[in-house]
């Protein structure tokens, strides 16, 4: 039997920038103390039809936890009212911002996050507090930080391509190019772009950028200059989509992060001899790497102030956008993220002591730490987080919503107490006197 040729709608107009100012826009409008936007990686990363936009907003250093809640409602009814007028935008759309920090936290070195380095900006109604963050992250050194983060995120995507997981969504007529991009540009292209920063001891922002780097950096590998012609051509090689060549590339991706693994191996210092380990058992080693406990706050809990928009536009959602799938990614992850482990880290941090079940030492920071209604709505988003989701996303997302204020502000205040306590022990291990306020 013949096969039926692949029909590939032709690659449409770019409009990420015609998007990206009239979010700025409608978001800032709303809510004022929103003064800049950003998004991952380099403008040609974005490949019109099948990238979504990991947007970053800057703001005030006013912001306060209740200036975070009432933001959360704003960008979410945003997102919902340009995916009901834009139908074509529903995959750039598919998920509120992601980190959203004021202009002193960008700053902070406490729980500086190398990803800040990989943000590009568009719009910015405070051009000094712009030129500031740029000079603070030119000046800024590689360091432990930024190896711990590129050397996690290549061991993170180090594997076989996994078909299970990168599901197709909200792709509309460009679905059918979808098995490239999610293995290209997923998948393959993260990896060698932390084992470039690696290897240069500088991250590097763009996706394409860093493929065109590792093409000089580890020229063995002959797959780099396929992804960038696939890229270029927006995926249309039919034959690749069919089998054994699409099971082909795969091993070609694999053997190439493989060899990758190989060359940065001897520049790996997070790990004991990483060179004389197998890569397979970096991801091992990597736990037991020691983290400062406001960084480990930090990076469970950084999605953590606009999930109730998040989820809000997910439930309300118009029908051509399909948002089970999304809601079913947050629920799997956001009760350990945003709860479990802060709150842990918390009381080992203050306390000094382990706690398997952190919902157990909630009622002990009623008294003088967290109001009832902050526990209250702790102990609920816990018990929520837990349920077995399956089937019933929709139901336990609406439940959260109207509970996320309530526990966001008891996640606040510990957060803001490990940075307290981790500030007074480096100015202790400094030797200088603690200020009294």
């Not at 200059?225 to 795969?250: G, I, N, Q, R, T």
């Not at 983290?291 to 606009?306: K, Q, T, V, Y």
Request: with cysteine; hydrophobic share 40%.
């Amino acid at each position: 039997m013949k096969k039926l040729a692949i029909r590939f709608a032709p690659c449409p107009q770019n409009d990420f920038p015609q998007f990206i100012e009239r979010y700025f826009r409608e978001c800032s409008n709303r809510f004022p103390k929103i003064e800049a936007i950003s998004g991952k990686w380099e403008f040609e990363d974005l490949i019109p039809g099948m990238s979504d936009f990991d947007t970053r907003f800057l703001c005030t250093d006013s912001m306060t936890a209740d200036d975070w809640c009432e933001m959360s409602s704003i960008v979410g009814q945003v997102h919902l009212d340009l995916c009901d007028q834009y139908p074509e935008w529903a995959r750039i759309l598919e998920h509120l911002p992601g980190i959203n920090l004021t202009w002193s936290e960008m700053q902070d070195e406490l729980t500086y996050y190398p990803e800040y380095k990989q943000w590009s900006f568009y719009h910015c109604l405070n051009q000094p507090l712009q030129a500031q963050i740029k000079n603070f992250l030119e000046k800024r050194n590689w360091d432990f930080k930024d190896e711990y983060f590129h050397l996690k995120k290549f061991l993170l995507y180090y594997g076989p391509y996994d078909r299970s997981i990168d599901v197709p969504i909200n792709l509309g007529v460009f679905e059918s190019k979808y098995p490239l991009h999610s293995r290209l540009m997923h998948y393959f292209t993260p990896p060698i772009q932390s084992a470039v920063s690696i290897a240069l001891r500088k991250t590097v922002r763009g996706k394409l950028a860093a493929i065109r780097m590792a093409k000089d950096i580890f020229p063995k590998i002959s797959v780099f200059d396929e992804l960038l012609e696939l890229v270029a051509c927006h995926y249309e090689k039919p034959h690749l989509y069919e089998e054994p060549a699409l099971s082909k590339l795969e091993v070609r991706l694999f053997d190439a992060l493989k060899t990758v693994a190989g060359e940065i191996a001897p520049l790996i210092t997070v790990i004991p001899d990483a060179a004389k380990t197998p890569p397979q058992l970096w991801k091992e080693k990597i736990k037991s790497v020691k983290i400062d406990p406001a960084m480990i706050i930090f990076e469970n809990a950084r999605f953590s102030r606009l999930m109730k928009g998040r989820l809000f536009f997910y439930v309300n959602a118009p029908r051509h956008f399909d948002h089970l799938l999304c809601i079913r990614v947050e629920l799997k992850r956001i009760g350990a993220n945003f709860f479990r482990v802060p709150f842990s880290v918390f009381w080992q941090v203050i306390h000094g002591k382990k706690v398997e079940n952190p919902a157990e030492i909630v009622q002990q920071l009623a008294s003088d730490f967290l109001d009832e209604e902050e526990v209250r709505c702790t102990l609920e988003f816990d018990r929520l987080t837990r349920l077995d989701y399956h089937g019933r996303e929709e139901e336990i997302a609406r439940k959260i919503i109207p509970i996320f204020d309530g526990f966001y502000r008891a996640l606040h205040k510990i957060t803001l107490e490990v940075r307290k306590h981790a500030l007074i022990k480096e100015i202790a291990d400094e030797g200088k006197d603690f200020p009294i306020e």
